[in-house]
Every structure is written in structure tokens, then in C-alpha cells.
């Protein structure tokens, strides 16, 4: 029983330069999050042994009395974070991942071949609301609604009129990359007027509707999915929510096994089960409050004269959620040039594709900068309002910005709040 330097030092070293990686530079993709230790520990725990193919109390393997008990925490906690009022809930936390309970929900909701209708993935929607390349793409009919050119907001006028044009079978709201609430009511609506079943993909904003600082979904979706690795600050992995488990329950739990896996992933369900144990505390709230203070202190500085002036701009004007979506169609730098520049500087976003980029999709002209994992990382609005100065010197000066002194500021933030103190890999 070797240990990992010793078995095999290659990784090790991966492992130890990851972890100083993480420590050093100031993580600001939208849908990245620092998990707990206890995370970490039930994440590399022996559950990750053990074959529990079904559901607890109905599996296909004997030896299950342990892990059963771990998924009926992460379910019953999911359900009393998500809908306490809610009496027919019901969850599924098997999905290894947010792609995977997308697959398994239109696996329940239509038949391959239906239509479905979600935002455009040009304009902030996701993969597996049907991109071409996607499983969605290939296996549905897609249609998509896209935002309003003025504006950059989900306009629930073109919604309308996109719902009427194609009569889906699936409506799907939810996204990757976009800074507003959605109106899940209007959805709701215009889900019945056509006849069609209303999916909503929460993966980016579940955090915030935890802490109840954003809508939920969950009472006016036919179905909910989600991913628990972004604002939640869980483990990487997906989940699966109907108000309705008569109608759905069922159809959604054999979509996921037998219909998209095999054997669930037991040491990630567990630590699913501790991710919603804290979603539903107080310092979650705190966090989560946080993590929407920084995108707004984020979204205020670069929306000031100076970036104005440096052709730099924010979509939409501002957030009122996790992330900011800066547009650099005006800018020296496209979105490539700016996200080079901020990684030299210990900022690490990702580029992101603005509503009709003028840019190819690896170059860009945008940036999407998130606010979660700093939040739980710590921090408040003085550093928030540190990060964004940083941010705006470097996107307003562009390839004549002073990267080191950046790089010393983001030093400074680091040291002073220390991330996985104490832990070795
Ligand atoms: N749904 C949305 C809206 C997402 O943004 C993402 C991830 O980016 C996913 C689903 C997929 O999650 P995963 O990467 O865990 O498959």
C-alpha cells in the first residue's frame, strides 16, 4: 500500500502543483468553487468501492446498507433545501455530472425526435440544450430563443413567439452564461399556452436559490436539474428535482439508471448529501450573499467612465447574479488577449462568446467572470473591490498593463486568506 509519491510520482506532483496552483491565484471562473474538506474527504473515501447499481432499498448488489443510507441524506436534504413546501418532491442525486442529468431528463420528458426549445447556445445557453454536436443536438429536434439584440436579456416576447412558431414538446430555461434572473413564471406560462413540458436547467444560479437571493424554479418546472459544483460548492456531479413525483418521479429515475448509467458514484452522492447539509445553514447564506455583493462591486467598477473610455463594457449594464459578462467588442483586446492578460496576473477567468460575436469562438469578444469561489474563499466587499480594481487597470491599460504589480496585488489578496491551510496532497 504505497503511497501516492511513492506509486506514482508524476501525479503526485500534478496534485501538489494543482493544489499551489489554486492557492496562488485568485479563481474567478463563473462555475468554479472551492469544496469543503469534508468534500475532499468523502470524495476519497473507500465508498468509492462499492457498486450500488438502483435506488436504497432496491439495488441490483448486496452490501448496500452503508451507501443507502448516504444517498437518502443527500436526497432528503436536497429536497428540504430545494422545496420543503413543496409535498410531492421528489430527487434523483445519481447524475455523475450536470450533462448527464440533462440527459436523462429529456430522456424522460420526449421521445428522440421531439422538438425542444432553449436559449442559444451564442447567447449563453448550454451544451446539452442542443448544440449540434451535443447528444441534444443530435437526438432532438432544436429550436432556440435567443436574446434581445438590444438589450442582451432573455425577452420573454421572443420566447413567446418562438414557443408558438415551433410548438415544443420541451421548454427549457436555465444557462451558462448570461448575468440576469429569468422570469419563471412567464415561462410557466407560455409552457402551458403551447403544451409543452417546462425544464429548467439551474446548474450556474442553484446556489443563490438555496440561500433564497434568487427565484426558484422549482415550484413552476415540470423538472429541475442542476449541477452541485458551482454556486453550491459541492462536489462535481449533478442532481435531479421534480415538484411533481407522481408524474415524473419514476420516468426520471429509470432515465438516469438504467436509461444514462450504470453503477452511481457512492463516495460523490455522500458528498452530495454534506453539500446540501451546509447549503441549508447560515454561513451558506453569508456565502452566497457575498458571492452576489462581489459580482456587483465587479460589474459597478467596469462599468465606470474610465473602462467606457477603454471600450470596455458590461452586458446587460450590470448582475444580479454570480457573474459578469464583460464586452469587448469595443476593446483593444479581444477576449483571448484579456484572458491571458488577467491569467498573468493570477486572475483566472474564462473568455466567453457576447450575443453575435464578431470573433471566432476562440478568440472572442468577452470575458465571463464569476464570483463564487472567491466568496468562499472569504472574501467581503473590500476585497471584492480590490479584485475588481485589479481587473479594471489591466482590462483598461491592455497589453501595456503592468502585470506584475498586478500579480503582487493578487499576491497580497492570497496570503491574506489562505485556502486549504494545513492541507498536503
Ligand atoms: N447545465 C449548465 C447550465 C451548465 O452551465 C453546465 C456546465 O457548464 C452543465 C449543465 C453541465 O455540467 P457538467 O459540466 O457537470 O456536465
Known sequence: NASLAELDPEIAAVLDGELTRQRETLEMIASENFVPRAVLQAQGSVLTNKYAEGYPGRRYYGGCEQVDIAEELAIARAKAVFGPELPDMHANVQPHSGAQANAAVLHALAKPGDKILGLSLAHGGHLTHGMKLNFSGKLYDVAAYGVNPETHLVDMELVRQAAREHRPKVIIAGWSAYPRQLDFAAFREIADEVGAHLWTDMAHFAGLVAAGLHPSPVPVSDVVSSTVHKTIGGPRSGFI?????????????????????????????????????????????????????????????????????????????????????????????????????????????????????????????????????????????????????????????????????????????????????????
Do not use: C
Open 241 to 425: 428535482l421534480t415538484r411533481d413525483k407522481a408524474t415524473w418521479g419514476k420516468k426520471l429515475d429509470s432515465a438516469v439508471f438504467p436509461g444514462q448509467q450504470g453503477g452511481p458514484l457512492m463516495h460523490a452522492v455522500a458528498a452530495k448529501a454534506i453539500a446540501f447539509k451546509i447549503a441549508a445553514g447560515e454561513e451558506f447564506a453569508d456565502r452566497q450573499a457575498r458571492t452576489l455583493e462581489g459580482a456587483r462591486i465587479v460589474a459597478d467598477r467596469l462599468t465606470a467612465p474610465d473602462l467606457a473610455q477603454a471600450g470596455v463594457s458590461v452586458l446587460t449594464g450590470g448582475t444580479d447574479v454570480h457573474l459578469v459578462l464583460v464586452d469587448l467588442r469595443h476593446s483593444e483586446l479581444d477576449g483571448k488577449q484579456a484572458e491571458d492578460l488577467l491569467h498573468a496576473a493570477g486572475i483566472t477567468v474564462n473568455r466567453n462568446a457576447v450575443p453575435n460575436d464578431p470573433r471566432p469562438p476562440m478568440v472572442t469578444s468577452g470575458l465571463r467572470i464569476g464570483t463564487p469561489a472567491l466568496a468562499t474563499r472569504g472574501f467581503g466587499a473590500a476585497e471584492f473591490a480590490e479584485v475588481a480594481e485589479i481587473i479594471a487597470t489591466v482590462l483598461r491599460e491592455g497589453a501595456a498593463a503592468d502585470v506584475e504589480a498586478a500579480r503582487a496585488r493578487v499576491a497580497t489578496l492570497t496570503e491574506n486568506f489562505p485556502l486549504y491551510s494545513g492541507l498536503a496532497q
